[in-house]
């Protein structure tokens, strides 16, 4: 099973719990909250992880988290190609294989 993967384990109270991209049980308590607006990887990661193994649906986190299924998709592809260091936003491009973006140019204070 690689890193990315999540395993399902019964708890002491007869429910099923994950083990989530950090290595930890994970619950539906330990999903982001519904309202989060900053997206570091950790919590991006639990919301595939959570969604892979059946503790919130798609389309449930997709309206909490007021996501496209695209972006979801997109996170998934990501953690599958490049491990959850892939959804680093701030590195993006070279988890993606893409060159750096174009730095634009300094102008010179005087016309030539």
Known sequence: MSSHDTELDDDSSGGASVIGPGGRPMTEDDLPPPDTK???MRR????VAGVRSGLISLEEACRRYTLSVEEFLSWQRLID????????ATRLQDYRGGAAPARPRMMSGAAE
């Open 81 to 88: 190609s490049h491990g959850v260091r892939g959804l680093r």
């Open 38 to 40: 900053r997206w570091v």
């Open 44 to 47: 991006k990661a639990e919301v």
